[in-house]
């Protein structure tokens, strides 16, 4: 079993025990003692399965099982075991008495408690969180109690009242304040040291001599998009295109992008996906910039260090500004003769309603002639995974996220999954028959490339590719040495446990996407040194993907779900981390400044799941 499909067979049972234990209670007080010990035998063996789900779930890790080894189970546990002691034999004998019940119904406020704290808090476990949630189940028991057994006394009212005082206090912890800042075991920064500004950590001023500018403008604005299939879409868009213009550079050259809102209200930004530019131009607002507001206007510039296949993004409320169509893509070639053959770049993009690969919501064809080596641009541009099958032709894939891989090999039915803000960079020799590229499994969306001068080409067709394994990226190319592995000293380590939790943001409780129990911007700020080299640990703790993404660094994946890469280096901007995984990636800290840290699901990150990694001594004067 995956750890995914155990963290949901572990919640089903806890909810499947918790109304089973309550069940038998309410069947044993409306005195049907038959069905009460049947249902009372079925909460049990739930309650022991659980404690086998989380001893396989502990195998991932701690984090997996922290509250439930602490809190949930000790407590589940020992009020079934009471049940066995107090209820069983006068069940089987059919004898009433209401201490049956009441035993029976306490141990599924205890069950139900302990679902509560894994599925609301996660981990890690406050103690806020065990006292309150034991305390609420002292008090319903003793309202049971009330209930099962007429009569008043002081005494239960007085325990009632000390229960109430446990939660109190245990609500009141947990408004307590948390450190701020994770060192990561480093040291963190003396006040008073140097400090810099954001501002000051920017692109070039001056073009320096004998470099090439590319100089573009780019204005955001409302507009109504027209598809090729004749959809009309309300749109944000940059020059009124879609996707954006299509920015290209040569390694080296200056890239300067004057970027001007019309009419966008909530303000926009570019951010460089990938692109690892100076701190100032990396378009993060409230943190490198405020946002561009209408009538406003903003320069970026910096130099073309990294080759490949990015793309650009705003970054003010990314969620609804990228999904609506503010983005586009920046292909950077490397210096010297430009490379024979054709070149054809893909952004997949989902608007509410509309799916369009490149511009086009349809299925395009491209002519080339048989021999022609064809790169193909891959980017996903969404918020959640997407497959990409590419049937007709052996095939490479030549670079990830802008990378190239290390000795790719060819291959052939195997499909891609790009998670969100990813790209594959996909290379083939046109043949002397058809390829087709498909989307998601779509006939309706795609791509067809047809050998020219031929009468007629056929395609294989989608139904084929269905059940094409995945390429396992860990497992391809062959390995190269980057002096970086798990075994480095690294001087920095940071964990973060991702999940779906209640968390008090901005001074409210909210059911949010967070890091460590904790919302943005309530997740404490990583804080690193030049040079330092960083281990970040990634658990998914939820039943969500989450496509992790650093600003403004490379990182390397370490170990993906447990597996060391045996195939090429993996240097990417974005991986995905699914239900039950743990992901390793090490960076180098060589780019100062203030940078975003987040997942690239756009709604997970606008819900809380977002942080701060900053260089010690680095300020913002646009900093919320
Ligand atoms: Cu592509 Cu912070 O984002
Ligand atoms: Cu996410």
């Known amino acids: 079993?995956?750890?995914?499909?155990?963290?949901?067979?572990?919640?089903?049972?806890?909810?499947?025990?918790?109304?089973?234990?309550?069940?038998?209670?309410?069947?044993?007080?409306?005195?049907?003692?038959?069905?009460?010990?049947?249902?009372?035998?079925?909460?049990?063996?739930?309650?022991?399965?659980?404690?086998?789900?989380?001893?396989?779930?502990?195998?991932?890790?701690?984090?997996?099982?922290?509250?439930?080894?602490?809190?949930?189970?000790?407590?589940?546990?020992?009020?079934?075991?009471?049940?066995?002691?107090?209820?069983?034999?006068?069940?089987?004998?059919?004898?009433?008495?209401?201490?049956?019940?009441?035993?029976?119904?306490?141990?599924?406020?205890?069950?139900?408690?302990?679902?509560?704290?894994?599925?609301?808090?996660?981990?890690?476990?406050?103690?806020?969180?065990?006292?309150?949630?034991?305390?609420?189940?002292?008090?319903?028991?003793?309202?049971?109690?009330?209930?099962?057994?007429?009569?008043?006394?002081?005494?239960?009212?007085?325990?009632?009242?000390?229960?109430?005082?446990?939660?109190?206090?245990?609500?009141?912890?947990?408004?307590?304040?948390?450190?701020?800042?994770?060192?990561?075991?480093?040291?963190?920064?003396?006040?008073?040291?140097?400090?810099?500004?954001?501002?000051?950590?920017?692109?070039?001023?001056?073009?320096?001599?004998?470099?090439?500018?590319?100089?573009?403008?780019?204005?955001?604005?409302?507009?109504?998009?027209?598809?090729?299939?004749?959809?009309?879409?309300?749109?944000?868009?940059?020059?009124?295109?879609?996707?954006?213009?299509?920015?290209?550079?040569?390694?080296?050259?200056?890239?300067?992008?004057?970027?001007?809102?019309?009419?966008?209200?909530?303000?926009?930004?570019?951010?460089?996906?990938?692109?690892?530019?100076?701190?100032?131009?990396?378009?993060?607002?409230?943190?490198?910039?405020?946002?561009?507001?209408?009538?406003?206007?903003?320069?970026?510039?910096?130099?073309?260090?990294?080759?490949g296949t990015y793309w650009y993004h705003t970054h003010q409320v990314s969620d609804t500004g990228v999904r609506m169509g503010l983005y586009g893509t920046l292909i950077v070639s490397p210096k010297g003769p430009k490379p024979a053959g054709a070149e054809v770049v893909l952004p997949v993009h989902t608007f509410s309603g509309a799916m369009v690969l490149g511009s086009s919501d349809e299925v395009l064809d491209h002519r080339f002639r048989p021999g022609t080596p064809v790169r193909v641009r891959l980017i996903n541009t969404d918020s959640t995974p997407?497959?990409?099958?590419?049937?007709?032709?052996?095939?490479?894939?030549?670079?990830?996220?802008?990378?190239?891989?290390?000795?790719?090999?060819?291959?052939?039915?195997?499909?891609?999954?790009?998670?969100?803000?990813?790209?594959?960079?996909?290379t083939f020799t046109m043949p002397s028959r058809g390829v087709a590229l498909y989307v998601d499994g779509l006939t309706t969306l795609g791509r067809t490339f047809s050998p020219e001068g031929s009468g007629s080409a056929s395609y294989v067709g989608v139904d084929e590719t269905a059940g094409w394994k995945q390429l396992d990226l860990l497992s391809y190319g062959k390995p190269r040495s980057t002096g970086i592995d798990g075994s480095s000293p690294f001087d920095r380590r940071f964990t973060l446990v991702v999940d779906r939790t209640l968390a008090v943001a901005g001074g409210l409780p909210k059911y949010a996407y967070t890091v460590d129990g904790r919302a943005y911007p309530d997740v404490p700020v990583q804080q690193v040194k030049e040079g330092d080299l960083v281990l970040m640990t990634i658990v998914n703790r939820g039943l969500d993907n989450h496509p992790w993404h650093l600003h403004g660094h490379t990182v390397q994946i370490i170990s993906g779900n447990g597996r060391v890469p045996t195939g090429s280096p993996l240097l990417l901007d974005t991986f995905e981390v699914r239900p039950g995984e743990v992901w390793q990636v090490a960076f180098r800290a060589t780019n100062p400044g203030l940078w975003m840290n987040h997942c690239h699901n756009l709604p997970h990150a606008d819900q809380g799941m977002m942080l701060h990694l900053e260089y010690e001594g680095v300020t913002s004067p646009n900093r919320r």
């Open 1 to 307: 079993m995956t750890a995914g499909a155990l963290l949901i067979v572990d919640l089903l049972l806890a909810v499947v025990a918790a109304a089973a234990w309550i069940g038998a209670g309410v069947t044993a007080a409306v005195r049907r003692p038959r069905i009460a010990l049947l249902v009372f035998v079925g909460a049990s063996i739930c309650t022991l399965a659980r404690v086998g789900t989380t001893v396989a779930l502990a195998g991932n890790g701690w984090w997996f099982v922290q509250e439930k080894v602490l809190f949930g189970l000790p407590l589940a546990v020992l009020f079934a075991l009471l049940a066995w002691i107090v209820a069983f034999r006068p069940l089987l004998r059919g004898q009433e008495s209401p201490v049956v019940p009441l035993v029976l119904l306490t141990a599924g406020y205890a069950a139900a408690a302990a679902l509560v704290v894994t599925f609301l808090f996660g981990y890690p476990l406050r103690i806020s969180v065990a006292l309150v949630a034991t305390a609420l189940v002292g008090v319903a028991a003793l309202v049971t109690w009330r209930m099962l057994v007429p009569g008043r006394s002081r005494s239960r009212l007085a325990i009632v009242g000390g229960a109430a005082a446990v939660g109190v206090a245990g609500i009141a912890t947990g408004f307590l304040p948390v450190a701020a800042i994770d060192t990561g075991g480093g040291h963190a920064h003396s006040a008073g040291g140097e400090t810099r500004s954001v501002a000051d950590l920017a692109g070039p001023a001056a073009v320096p001599p004998g470099v090439p500018v590319r100089r573009y403008e780019l204005t955001a604005r409302k507009s109504t998009a027209t598809l090729p299939s004749g959809q009309k879409l309300d749109a944000w868009l940059y020059n009124g295109k879609l996707p954006g213009p299509e920015l290209t550079a040569t390694e080296g050259d200056l890239i300067e992008v004057k970027l001007r809102n019309a009419d966008i209200d909530r303000g926009v930004t570019l951010h460089w996906h990938g692109y690892d530019v100076p701190n100032r131009e990396d378009g993060a607002p409230g943190v490198t910039q405020d946002a561009v507001m209408p009538g406003g206007e903003f320069v970026y510039r910096f130099r073309a260090t990294q080759v």
């Open 386 to 426: 997407h497959r990409f099958a590419l049937a007709g032709t052996p095939f490479r894939v030549a670079a990830v996220d802008g990378r190239d891989l290390n000795e790719p090999g060819e291959i052939s039915e195997q499909s891609l999954v790009i998670a969100a803000g990813g790209r594959n960079d996909v």
